[in-house]
């Protein structure tokens, strides 16, 4: 069973949503510009291809100075297929094939950022986005092509892939040979499913570099396991003939995931201590949950994580008027009982900003942005005392949260 929200709370008044981009600012170039991260189509050899069966593929900017031998790696997101139509609908567009892709691209700002100023411990390191194609976050390994008829008749014979991971660990070996053997330092990213997806993979990632000091950056992965008791389960994990989704329908996103994961064949391509700690009980599927393999990674995780996501409020939830404040009480006891409890050097930025991704230095805690909140937890990995810990912790509606200031601290909620 999924976990079920603790205490609903209401919450009154209209909540401040910021206007980021749940992605980078990535867009295309021209290869040999300034600044222009070539893309890389990923062998094929072990059928490591996008929804539609075309390769997958990266774009690397290379590092410079002190950050030659230092990485950045980062799934890019956008949701998942929960359904044959949903996953057919993807595989028409960059969601589901590489046919798009463009053979050069501006990886944007943020954590791609070559400022130093506005990404201080990264700004000159190696930057790697990850194209998301497999619609399972990276995840997917299923030898079975799906043949999939659409109900209307007009589309016949139409073959689907899942093999996300497959494609990851082609990436992982392609980039070796380009110098990540030579790692000294390695940030596994993502945000939104690419959160999920550094929540699943950072020790897959970091046991292939063992000589790199090496953690995770997930933004705004941190989806809670849960389904409304009024929301229909579907489909179910078990069941092939799926409706036309499109996204996630609210408060189904436990059973939609759950599908995603049992048709995908997911179980070799997640946290694998996960995997064995629930192969006894039966329910493995709650590896493909960020909260549930959160417990179980190894490496340093920082999580850059609103109490208030606003993905969650519209998709994970049914009814945000009734359970926002509920949502953000049970991300922050569970980032820190889940994630923080079982990992030592793992920390989190909790902000209390309704919004999903990009808030890059746009929120302030406890006299930190983001990127120096960043660059302090990693550079005191190890340290006895260091502070892992930055929390706003407001209610919510909170309109000041969304800007680069300290809010004063509210009393502490119930």
């Not at 691209?105 to 390191?125: C, I, K, R, V």
Request: charged share 15%; with cysteine.
């Amino acid at each position: 069973m999924a976990k079920s929200l603790l205490a609903l709370a209401l919450a009154s008044g209209m909540a401040c949503t910021a206007a980021w981009s749940e992605e980078t600012d990535f867009e295309p170039a021209k290869v040999g510009d300034p600044g222009a991260a070539p893309k890389t189509s990923v062998p094929t050899t072990n059928g490591a291809v996008c929804l539609d069966g075309s390769p997958g593929a990266y774009y690397h900017l290379p590092g410079t100075g002190s950050g030659a031998n230092k990485w950045y790696v980062h799934h890019q997101g956008g949701g998942w297929c929960e359904s044959l139509d949903d996953c057919y609908s993807r595989s028409q567009g960059g969601l589901g094939s590489s046919k798009s892709y463009p053979a050069a691209a501006n990886l944007g700002g943020g954590y791609f950022s070559t400022d130093q100023g506005s990404n201080p411990l990264m700004y000159n390191w190696n930057k790697v986005l990850m194209r998301y194609c497999d619609g399972a976050s990276f995840s997917g390994n299923n030898d079975t092509v799906q043949t999939y008829n659409s109900a209307d008749g007009k589309v016949k014979g139409a073959k689907l892939y899942w093999r996300g991971s497959r494609i990851r660990e082609n990436i992982v070996a392609d980039l070796t040979g380009k110098g990540l053997a030579q790692a000294t330092d390695l940030m596994v990213s993502g945000c939104s499913a690419g959160g999920l997806a550094t929540y699943l993979h950072t020790d897959q990632w970091c046991d292939a570099f063992p000589k790199a000091k090496c953690g995770g950056l997930p933004d705004s992965g941190f989806f809670l396991d849960f389904q409304d008791a009024a929301v229909k389960c579907y489909p179910d994990s078990s069941e092939l003939a799926g409706k036309s989704l499109g996204s996630t329908v609210p408060g189904d996103y436990h059973c939609g995931l759950k599908w995603t994961y049992t048709v995908q064949n997911a179980t070799a391509g997640i946290n694998q201590d996960c995997v064995k700690a629930h192969g006894a009980t039966n329910d493995v599927w709650k590896c493909m949950f960020a909260e549930h393999s959160a417990e179980h990674i190894k490496n340093p995780v920082f999580a850059m994580q609103s109490q208030y996501d606003s993905w969650q409020t519209g998709h994970v939830l049914a009814n945000a008027n009734r359970d926002t404040q509920a949502l953000g009480n049970n991300i922050t006891a569970r980032v820190q009982s889940m994630l923080m409890k079982n990992n030592n050097e793992s920390g989190a930025f909790l902000d209390s900003c309704h919004h999903h991704c990009g808030a890059w230095n746009g929120i302030m805690i406890d006299g930190d942005l983001v990127s120096g909140a960043i660059q302090k937890w990693y550079n005191t990995i190890g340290v006895a005392g260091a502070k892992k810990l930055w929390n706003q912790n407001q209610k919510y509606p909170c309109n000041d949260c969304c800007k680069p200031h300290n809010v004063p601290p509210q009393p502490a909620q119930q």
